[in-house]
């Protein structure tokens, strides 16, 4: 079947990115060319799916200068042109959690007080729930979930905090007791009205105390 193009002259190449630059706007890719250390070469402008951008990060340099491992990269000849197509990157891929069958999403290298990390974006293969996730210091993360089987929207903050919306309502909370905010002001004004209430007889019971009156739930 003729689409209209020609592979005549085409020759693809797999490699490791060396290191990136942005040039006029546009993404280009250092690629680890053959010839040892002196294998270098100019960065060729980067492809990329329509709408979707990302930058590798520069490859992992060893003690002896030698280079990687760093993220593949699919290149492209076609006579003096060429053009770079990042793909995975070993460093992080294995730090993101697995879709399953399925599945899918997107993951993204970083580096969290010098530490590799990776934060991503996940579409579970068996039930088609959604999780995202990034990461902070203290090897804790900030998530945001969507649970199909549980019909919950949860936000999750690394420190306990947590907003769930369920079919039964709107949890606000914190995880083992964490408390999310406290009303020094709301305590203080109940503590008055019940100390008042009981000057004139009335029973209001005792004032709430600060954990109770300042947690909606705690999981």
């Known amino acids: 079947m003729d689409y209209g193009w020609s592979h005549e ?18 993404w280009r890719h250092q690629f680890d060319r ?9 960065s060729l402008e980067a492809l990329m799916p329509f709408g979707l951008m990302g930058r590798p990060r520069d490859a992992d340099q060893g003690p002896n200068q030698e280079m990687g491992p760093g993220a593949d990269v699919v290149v492209f000849h076609h006579g003096s042109e060429g053009r770079a197509m990042p793909c995975g990157d070993p460093r ?16 993204y290298g ?5 530490a590799k990390a990776a934060a991503w974006l996940i579409f ?11 990461p902070v210091a203290g090897n804790k993360q900030h998530k945001i979930t969507i649970d199909v089987n549980g019909s919950v929207v949860g936000l999750y903050h690394s420190d ?9 309502g709107v949890d606000v909370g914190g995880h083992g007791g964490h408390n999310i905010m406290v009303d020094a002001g709301l305590l203080a004004w109940l503590t008055g009205f019940a ?3 009981a000057a004139v007889g009335v029973s209001v019971g005792p004032p709430p105390a600060a954990a109770v009156a300042t947690k909606a739930r705690a999981l």
């Open 34 to 42: 053959f010839g040892g250390q002196d294998g270098g070469g100019p």
């Open 110 to 114: 970083l580096l969290v007080s010098g």
């Open 195 to 197: 100390t008042a209430a």
């Open 160 to 168: 306990g905090a947590l907003l769930e919306v369920g079919i039964t």
């Open 92 to 107: 992080y891929a294995a730090l993101a959690p697995d879709p399953g069958a399925g599945g899918g999403g997107l993951y």
């Open 9 to 26: 002259g085409l020759e693809l190449d797999l490699s490791m990115v060396v290191l990136t630059e942005r040039v006029d706007g546009f």
């Open 124 to 134: 579970k293969g068996d039930d088609g729930s959604m999780e995202a996730s990034v």
